[in-house]
């Protein structure tokens, strides 16, 4: 069984910084695409930021300049480092992982969900 724990969220005044962590664990072979998403209250949920096994990153136009995802695939462990925040950024933030794992008999791909962490910013 796959899991992925998210840590890191808080509250903190605008133009301040915060580190999203989330780890994933289980059987994993390999950890494909990762990626962050938030969801306000109302709003659907949206895609931040994503991070390829191989590829080069990207970032929805709101974020770009101020976060950065990074990945350490030794660690099964994708970031989020998140500057300069505004008031807008505030949300329920969940990472998300394609995984490819070994039941015990195969190898099978799915998409993995973290639990969601608070993310508060006060003007």
């Known amino acids: 069984q796959v899991q992925l724990v998210e840590s890191g969220g808080g509250l903190v005044q605008a133009g301040g910084s915060l580190r999203l962590s989330c780890a994933a664990s289980?059987?994993?072979?390999?950890?494909?695409?990762m990626g962050w998403y938030r969801q306000a209250p109302g709003n659907q949920r949206e895609s931040v930021a994503s991070?390829?096994?191989?590829?080069?990153?990207s970032y929805a136009d709101s974020v770009k300049g101020r976060f950065t995802i990074s990945r350490d695939n030794g660690k099964n462990t994708v970031y989020l480092q998140m500057n300069s925040l505004k008031p807008e950024d505030t949300a329920v933030y969940y990472c998300?992982?394609?995984?490819?794992?070994?039941?015990?008999?195969?190898?099978?791909?799915?998409?993995?969900w973290g639990q969601g962490t608070q993310v508060t910013v006060s003007s």
């Open positions: 991070i390829p096994w191989g590829g080069s990153t």
């Open positions: 998300n992982a394609r995984i490819t794992y070994y039941d015990g008999t195969r190898f099978l791909t799915g998409d993995y």
């Open positions: 289980g059987s994993i072979f390999r950890i494909n695409t």
